[in-house]
Every structure is written in structure tokens, then in C-alpha cells.
């Protein structure tokens, strides 16, 4: 039994929680103490990287947005002049934004379904449909996300190319001529899409693939069993359980899209006649080609605030309301 008393015993006794638990009393927290010292020196390698590189450039390109920033203010950043909301008003008044705003929105909202049920198409045949050679059609369709887009492009130049292309050839042997695809206003967006699908397709088909291996055997067994077609257990079966995984690759496939520059960068430049030009690239051109840093840090956080917008859209439609 304890004499101590007062005070003294308030401190020694141990705190109970609302659970019920004993934790340590106040005045023996010392190896708590050090061992969040410890992970903090351990994680100020990351918090310096990630306040130079990242949040930095965040915070200095919002306020980038409000002024006049240009070549003549890289030496001396602090004489931009402020223009408040100027740049954001310009923006929605600019008919190339919002061109690229509408090339960029053709671009998401053809190529992202494309790419999430081709990818979802693929994983299900691969997963249940094909047993032999499946790790070479795997690597096959995985291939193209670890290749340069440089490389690519110039796969896609030749294929796509109405003189020499493989298209044409075909084209031209039975009796057909292929049109410009990246030279045509018509044909170029579709062409960018279709490389971006192709290109794209790898990582959907992992994700699902991931997916399709964690949905339990004795579910399909069982819908088997009641006698199922094989459509009835890909619509009640097979993509329920994957809403988790269709939520996130939607969303990471959405991301990218919205931000697409490499495709229309290497391959059209933006043409013709601006039919290929997105946010993304508009904004490169803005800020590296004719220096108008603020007006291009304007149109990144537009980009920014619209990209959010879509995500929170998509994480409420498709959200698991099940659990």
C-alpha cells in the first residue's frame, strides 16, 4: 500500500482513459518524448526536400498568380507588380484558354472511359479468360507505360503517317487512302486519344488485375452455382466488389488526362490550328515561351481548382456506400 499522499501521489498514479486503460503518469513520459524527437530528426531530411521543392514553388507560384511576373522579374522576383485578380479575369476572356479548356475537357471525357472499361476488359480475359502465355500478354500490355513518350511518338508518327504510315499501306491495298490524322482538325484529337489509351492501358489493367485477385473465389463459386452467365457475375459480381479499385483508378486516370502535355507536345504541337492545344500546354507556351509567368501561374491553379472539383465529384458518385 502507498503512503505517499497529496500532490505527489497525484503525479505518481497512473491516468485513466475513457477506455478503461492505464497510461504512463505525466512525469514518466520521458521515452515517449524522445521517441517523437527521434522520428522527427528522422523525418527532417523529407520535410526540408519536400518545403524546398514543393511546397515552395506552391506557395510562390499562387502568389506568382496575382502579378505581372515576367523575364525581367527572374533576377529581382520582389519588383513584379501586383494586378490582383487581372490574370484570372483575362483568363476566362482569353479565347485560346478556353479553347485548350475545351480540347482538354474532349480529351478527358473520350479518353478516360476508353481507357478504365478497355483496361477492366482486358484484366477479366487475362485473369479468367486466358491460361496459358498470360505473364506475355501482361508484360505486352504493360510495355508501353514504361516507354518514353519520345519513343512512342515516333512508333505513333509512323503508324499514323498518311504517305509511309502502316495505315496507309493498309489503306492503299484495299484500294482506300488514309486521312492526315495528325494533320486534320478532325482526326488529330482522336489520334492523341487513341495514343493515350494505348499508352495508358498497362497501368488500368494492374490496378484491376490487383483487384480481380482480391475478390474472394467462393463468391464467384457460389454465383456459379445459382447459375450465373458469365455477364451476370461481371455486373453483380465482379465490378461491385471492384468499386474501390474503379474508384481509384478513375480518379488517377482523370488526373492524368486532365493534365495531359507529352501527347500533343511531342506530336502536334498544339495543332492544327489549335485543335490539339491543351491547359497544360497552353500554359508551358505562356510561361517558357513567351515568359508570362503570371498568367501562367493563373492558369495552373485553374487547372488546379478544376481538377479538385472533378475528384470530389467522382469520390461521392463513386464512393463504396455499402460498408
Known amino acids: 500500500m502507498s503512503l505517499v499522499t497529496g500532490p505527489a501521489a497525484d503525479r505518481a498514479a497512473p491516468e485513466k482513459?475513457?477506455?478503461?486503460?492505464?497510461?504512463?503518469?505525466?512525469?514518466?513520459?520521458?521515452?515517449?518524448?524522445?521517441r517523437n524527437l527521434y522520428g522527427w530528426l528522422f523525418s527532417t531530411p523529407f520535410l526540408v526536400l519536400f518545403a524546398v521543392f514543393m511546397a515552395f514553388p506552391i506557395i510562390a507560384t499562387l502568389l506568382m498568380s496575382f502579378t505581372d511576373f515576367g523575364a525581367r522579374d527572374v533576377t529581382r522576383p520582389l519588383d513584379a507588380e501586383f494586378?490582383?485578380?487581372?490574370?484570372?479575369?483575362?483568363?476566362?476572356?482569353?479565347?485560346?484558354?478556353?479553347?485548350a479548356l475545351f480540347n482538354t475537357g474532349y480529351?478527358?471525357?473520350?479518353?478516360?472511359?476508353?481507357?478504365?472499361?478497355?483496361?477492366?476488359?482486358?484484366?477479366?480475359?487475362?485473369?479468367?479468360g486466358i491460361d496459358r502465355a498470360r505473364t506475355f500478354f501482361r508484360v505486352g500490355f504493360y510495355a508501353p507505360v514504361v516507354t518514353a513518350i519520345v519513343a512512342v511518338a515516333v512508333v505513333w508518327r509512323f503508324v499514323l503517317d498518311p504517305a509511309d504510315g502502316l495505315i496507309a499501306g493498309l489503306a492503299t491495298e484495299f484500294g482506300l487512302k488514309a486521312p492526315d490524322f495528325l494533320g486534320s482538325e478532325t482526326w488529330a484529337m482522336p489520334s492523341l486519344i487513341a495514343m493515350a489509351v494505348w499508352r495508358n492501358l498497362g497501368t488500368v489493367m494492374?490496378?484491376?488485375?490487383?483487384?480481380?485477385q482480391a475478390i474472394p473465389t467462393e463468391v464467384r463459386e457460389?454465383?456459379?452455382?445459382?447459375?450465373?452467365?458469365?455477364?451476370q457475375e461481371l455486373r453483380r459480381i465482379t465490378v461491385p466488389l471492384?468499386?474501390?479499385?474503379?474508384?481509384?483508378?478513375?480518379?488517377?486516370t482523370t488526373i492524368g488526362y486532365l493534365n495531359v502535355f507529352e501527347e500533343p507536345?511531342?506530336?502536334?504541337?498544339?495543332g492544327p490550328s489549335g485543335s490539339t492545344l491543351t491547359v497544360s500546354l497552353h500554359m508551358y507556351q505562356q510561361g517558357f515561351n513567351f515568359f508570362h509567368m503570371g498568367y501562367a501561374s493563373a492558369m495552373a491553379y485553374v487547372l488546379f481548382v478544376v481538377i479538385m472539383g472533378?475528384?470530389?465529384?467522382?469520390?461521392?458518385?463513386?464512393?463504396?456506400?455499402?460498408?
Do not use: C, H
Not at 512525469?27 to 518524448?33: D, K, S, T, V
Not at 472533378?310 to 460498408?323: A, F
Open 265 to 270: 507536345f511531342v506530336m502536334t504541337q498544339g
Open 17 to 34: 482513459t475513457r477506455g478503461g486503460a492505464t497510461r504512463p503518469p505525466r512525469g514518466r513520459r520521458g521515452p515517449l518524448n524522445r
Open 206 to 212: 494492374v490496378l484491376f488485375i490487383a483487384g480481380l
Open 242 to 252: 471492384l468499386r474501390p479499385t474503379l474508384l481509384y483508378t478513375t480518379v488517377i
Open 310 to 323: 472533378i475528384t470530389v465529384l467522382q469520390l461521392r458518385l463513386l464512393k463504396d456506400n455499402t460498408r
Open 222 to 231: 457460389a454465383a456459379r452455382l445459382d447459375g450465373a452467365s458469365g455477364w
Open 107 to 128: 480529351f478527358v471525357v473520350v479518353g478516360v472511359p476508353l481507357t478504365v472499361l478497355l483496361g477492366l476488359l482486358v484484366a477479366v480475359l487475362l485473369n479468367n
Open 83 to 99: 494586378v490582383g485578380l487581372d490574370n484570372y479575369v483575362e483568363l476566362f476572356g482569353d479565347e485560346k484558354f478556353l479553347r
